[in-house]
């Protein structure tokens, strides 16, 4: 299988922007998911399909795409936002793979 | 709205066999596009999808897991089901049921998930 490769960590200021990519080869061929886990809690779907949010998440989460790499960005990033973040995509077998997950930090 | 919640033991020996069971609650197992998945996450550390069985039956598992996993389904009580056998301590982990919707072809979107239950592999 293939892998998704996230930065360990972002730092960001209460009302800043915060960008986490995710890479991987597979990307260009299939779709890039993202998930949201905050300490003790399972994950929670944010960007399904690149680019779409399920009802209920705030539009300051936004997804988008380019080549082999996947970026989600958190406009305004509030406390709240803090959390471990996933990409996630499949390959053919299929076998679903997530990404390393990126640590978001609030300042 | 759906729900899903874990079940099983939480203590396992070295080389037994883990079973859990989810059960699905607010929906049936059986209607929609669904895939029923199972997936580990071992402390501080990040995810690994081990496997999803349709209602059908049907199944696909993880290539580094699938020697030693079997998943299945029972739509009469809305629960789908992991064994997970020869147990080590590399299996020590919260492992969470989860619903997959499908986006067409492989593309799939775990949109629910249970609250997860840590299983410890251990003498």
């Known amino acids: 299988s293939f892998e998704l490769t996230q930065p360990p960590s972002v730092s960001v200021s209460p009302g800043q922007t915060a960008r986490i990519t995710c890479s991987g080869e597979?990307?260009?061929?299939?779709?890039s998911y993202w998930y949201q886990q905050k300490p003790g809690q399972a994950p929670v779907l944010l960007i399904y399909?690149?680019?779409e949010r399920p009802s209920g998440v705030p539009e300051r989460f936004t997804g988008s795409t380019s080549g082999t790499t996947a970026t989600l960005t958190i406009s305004a990033v509030q406390a709240e936002d803090e959390a471990d973040y996933y990409c996630?995509?499949?390959?053919?077998?299929?076998?679903?793979?997530f990404g390393t997950g990126t640590r978001v930090t609030v300042l | 709205q759906v729900q899903l919640q874990e079940s099983g033991p939480e203590v396992v020996k070295p080389s037994q066999t883990l079973s859990l069971t989810c059960t699905v609650s607010g929906g049936s197992i059986s209607s929609g596009s669904f895939y029923w998945s199972w997936i580990r996450q071992s402390a501080g550390k990040g995810l690994e999808w081990i496997g999803r069985v349709y209602r059908s039956g049907n199944t696909n598992y993880n290539p580094s897991l699938e020697s030693r996993v079997t998943m299945s389904v029972d739509t009469s009580k809305n629960q789908f089901s992991l064994q997970l056998s020869s147990l080590t301590a590399a299996d020590t982990a919260v492992y969470y049921c989860?619903?997959?919707?499908?986006?067409?072809?492989?593309?799939?979107?775990?949109?629910?998930w249970g609250q997860g239950l840590l299983v410890s592999v251990s003498t």
């Open positions: 989860a619903r997959g919707v499908r986006y067409g072809g492989y593309e799939v979107a775990f949109d629910s």
């Open positions: 996630q995509s499949v390959d053919s077998t299929p076998t679903y793979v």
């Open positions: 597979a990307l260009p061929k299939q779709y």
């Open positions: 399909k690149d680019t």
